[in-house]
């Protein structure tokens, strides 16, 4: 099993919305992918938790498994992904990324 691990530092304004708003649409559109990528296992999103005050300039994290190294990344260039990262990508600042196998 393969565990993927992103977090993000959004912008304080984009897309015409606070930087709470556009959390709360990430949120939204990763969670939609839910069942319809069957490579994701598991999918959670957590905005504004208090864990992030461990990983402080934390916005949103993204908590997701997959069975294999090659479901990973099928998942990464499946197109519905891939519009939930065109969002992502206007309205963030920063991004770290971990996947580990468990």
Do not use: C
């Amino acid at each position: 099993m393969i565990k993927h691990i992103v977090m993000w530092t959004l912008k304080d304004q984009a897309e015409g919305r606070d930087k709470a708003a556009n959390a709360a649409e990430m949120q939204s559109r990763l969670l939609a992918l839910k069942g319809k990528l069957p490579q994701a296992v598991e999918l959670e999103v957590a905005v504004g938790a208090e864990i992030f005050a461990a990983v402080p300039e934390t916005d949103v994290v993204l908590s997701s498994s997959f069975r294999t190294k090659e479901d990973l990344q099928t998942y990464a260039v499946h197109p519905l992904h891939l519009e939930v990262v065109e969002f992502i990508k206007k309205v963030v600042s920063e991004r770290r990324v971990v996947d580990f196998e468990v």
